[in-house]
């Protein structure tokens, strides 16, 4: 069956520090992955999609990475602060349009002071 | 705002009530998905529809539940004699149809069920 993993629960880290969040997937063959950032009481927001043909994606402190030999992609923020504290979902969307979107059970990010 | 707009934003129901969640996509998107997400745990996938058709109905629940998309006016989900497991928030999501932009999908703010 298909699986979407991530790989912690909960990450705490320290102010200034670099978080990185894992996601593996199986029995998927992902034209894009994507990354969604959700804050307690509210919907995800879309943060970055990254093609299968792309190895890595940046925008300002975040930066992805798509490796589809390890079925894998890790998400970074560098230079944390506490405002990044949120849960980190990624999403996969297989080939075509007409397929729908399935998340992660996502990380819950706690940057601390 | 042009966003995914959701309402009620939250709905207490009693056991045996119906439920209706409305959903309006962003404007020019016709495509619509439906989550759920209980306390502490991650989004699960429900429905996703097109204008008049459901496309992909594989996480509905096979009884009480259902969800449609018309022609004119919003998406809704629509749950029948509801009972405490179902308390939970319901999110939206829309997406275009362009083929490069369209696979990424955008949310509203959801709607918290709460079932007594």
């Known amino acids: 069956s298909q699986k979407i993993e991530q790989n912690s629960e909960a990450l705490n880290i320290q102010e200034g520090k670099t978080a990185t969040l894992t996601c593996n997937y199986t029995?998927?063959?992902?034209?894009?992955l994507q990354w969604y950032r959700q804050d307690p009481g509210r919907g995800p927001v879309f943060l970055l999609l990254i093609r299968e043909n792309e190895k890595e994606k940046r925008k300002e402190r975040l930066k992805v990475t798509f490796d589809t030999t390890l079925k894998q992609s890790l998400f970074h923020i560098t230079a944390s602060q506490p405002a990044d504290s949120a849960t980190y979902l990624c999403?996969?969307?297989?080939?075509?349009?007409?397929?729908?979107?399935?998340f992660g059970a996502g990380t819950r990010l706690t940057v601390k002071p | 705002n042009a966003g995914v707009m959701q309402n009620p934003r939250h709905l207490v129901r009693r056991r045996g009530q119906e439920a209706r969640l409305r959903c309006s996509p962003m404007?020019?998107?016709?495509?619509v998905y439906w989550y759920r997400q209980l306390p502490e745990e991650g989004l699960k996938f429900m429905v996703y529809l097109q204008k008049e058709n459901i496309i992909d109905e594989s996480g509905m629940p096979k009884e009480r539940f259902s969800a449609e998309f018309p022609k004119e006016g919003p998406s809704i989900l629509r749950i029948q004699q509801v009972v405490r497991g179902d308390s939970a928030a319901y999110f939206c999501?829309?997406?275009?149809?362009?083929?490069?932009?369209?696979?990424?999908?955008?949310f509203g703010e959801g709607s918290w069920l709460t079932v007594v």
């Open positions: 029995n998927y063959s992902p034209a894009y």
């Open positions: 404007k020019g998107h016709s495509h």
């Open positions: 999403a996969l969307r297989g080939d075509g349009n007409n397929n729908d979107m399935r």
């Open positions: 999501a829309s997406s275009s149809t362009d083929s490069d932009s369209g696979n990424t999908i955008y």
